[in-house]
Nanobody, 120 residues
Framework: QVQLVESGGGLVQAGGSLRLSCAASGSIFSINAMRWYRQAPGNQRELVAIISNSGSTNYADSVTGRFTISRDNAKNTVYLQMNSLKPEDTAVYYC??????????????WGQGTQVTVSS
C-alpha cells in the first residue's frame, strides 16, 4: 500500500512563506514525477508545479518566481517552498505522485491535502 501524506499548511499573512512537504511511504519500487495541485473553494483543481525524477521543474504562470518545487529522493519526499504568498494562493494543496509499487505498475497516487490560508 502506497500513501502520500502532505504537511506544512497553515495560516500566514500576505507576503509570508510556507513550506509544504509530501512524503511517500509503503512498498515503493520507484517514484517518477511528482506534482503539486491546489483547489480553492468553487474552483477546479489546478496544477501548480511539477518535478521529474531527474529534477527538472515546471510551474504555473501564477506562481513562477514565488514557488519552488524540490525533492529528496532518499526520503521519498517532495517539497513546495512558497514565498511572497498572496490571498489568492489560499487553497487546499494536494500532491500527486507517479509511483511504481513493489510488484506493480506505475500509477498515480494523491495525498489527502493540506490547507493554506493567506490573510490580507
Amino acid at each position: 500500500q502506497v500513501q502520500l501524506v502532505e504537511s506544512g499548511g497553515g495560516l500566514v499573512q500576505a507576503g509570508g512563506s510556507l513550506r509544504l512537504s509530501c512524503a511517500a511511504s509503503g512498498s515503493i519500487f520507484s517514484i517518477n514525477a511528482m506534482r503539486w495541485y491546489r483547489q480553492a473553494p468553487g474552483n477546479q483543481r489546478e496544477l501548480v508545479a511539477i518535478i521529474s525524477n531527474s529534477g527538472s521543474t515546471n510551474y504555473a504562470d501564477s506562481v513562477t518566481g514565488r514557488f519552488t518545487i524540490s525533492r529528496d529522493n532518499a526520503k521519498n519526499t517532495v517539497y513546495l517552498q512558497m514565498n511572497s504568498l498572496k490571498p489568492e494562493d489560499t487553497a487546499v494543496y494536494y500532491c500527486k505522485g507517479f509511483i511504481e509499487p513493489m510488484g506493480g505498475s506505475v500509477r498515480s497516487y494523491w495525498g489527502q491535502g493540506t490547507q493554506v490560508t493567506v490573510s490580507s
